[in-house]
């Protein structure tokens, strides 16, 4: 199986794609989508960029399925309102190419690549590259898609065994679902 990890943001957003045999990863490809080269007011169109390079990402891999960061709540909120424009784009890709999409946060992404849900970014790049035999350290950003993608590896066979004993779709069913749950108010 192949897995795209999405690790998003407004300037840079990294991805990475696996292969999946048994317990076996390999590394297919990483990267990044950059919108350093357009101005800070030309949202509209930095967020273009990120759809039109997930989608890009996706012809050229064929992924199976993909995985995307949930966002983290920033002490500045302007920033976590861009961040989740960002993250939208990118979902909105994979989506858009019929791609099944599973959420973990960075702490569940750290937990499972690096056993320890605080490890900094140096630890999860140098784990990144001993658990795919990669020659040199990966870029922060694609280390953390990559990080996603192994997330989804060891995860997401279990999450779709236990969404398919409560029969729910979702990941794993190979289509793009969803579900709604009423949640608490007040």
């Given amino acids: 199986?192949?897995?795209?990890?999405?690790?998003?943001g407004l300037r840079t957003t990294g991805f990475g794609v696996i292969d999946v045999e048994g317990q076996a990863l390999r590394?297919?490809?990483?990267g990044t989508i950059t919108t350093g080269h357009l101005n800070n007011d030309e949202l509209p169109a930095r967020l273009k960029v990120l759809f039109d390079g997930?989608?890009?990402v996706m012809a050229r891999y064929q992924p199976a399925v993909s995985s995307v960061e949930i966002v983290f709540v920033n002490v500045n909120p302007?920033?976590?309102?861009?961040?989740?424009?960002?993250?939208g784009a990118c979902v909105t890709a994979l989506v858009s190419g019929d791609l099944a999409v599973a959420e973990y946060t960075a702490l569940q992404?750290?937990?499972?690549?690096?056993?320890?849900?605080?490890a900094d970014k140096g630890q999860i790049r140098a784990m990144v590259q001993r658990l795919l035999a990669l020659p040199g350290l990966p870029g922060p950003d694609a280390a953390d898609a990559l990080g996603l993608a192994i997330t989804h590896a060891h995860a997401g066979p279990a999450a779709a065994r236990l969404a398919a004993a409560n029969g729910l779709g979702g990941v794993g069913g190979?289509?793009?679902?969803?579900?709604?749950?009423?949640?608490?108010?007040?």
Avoid: C, N
């Avoid at 302007?78 to 993250?87: D, H, I, N, V, Y």
């Fill in 109 to 118: 992404m750290k937990q499972a690549v690096a056993g320890y849900g605080r």
């Fill in 174 to 186: 190979g289509k793009v679902g969803g579900t709604y749950k009423a949640g608490r108010s007040r």
């Fill in 78 to 87: 302007q920033s976590t309102l861009l961040l989740g424009q960002a993250r």
């Fill in 54 to 56: 997930v989608r890009e």
């Fill in 27 to 30: 590394y297919v490809a990483s």
């Fill in 1 to 8: 199986m192949r897995i795209l990890g999405i690790d998003p």
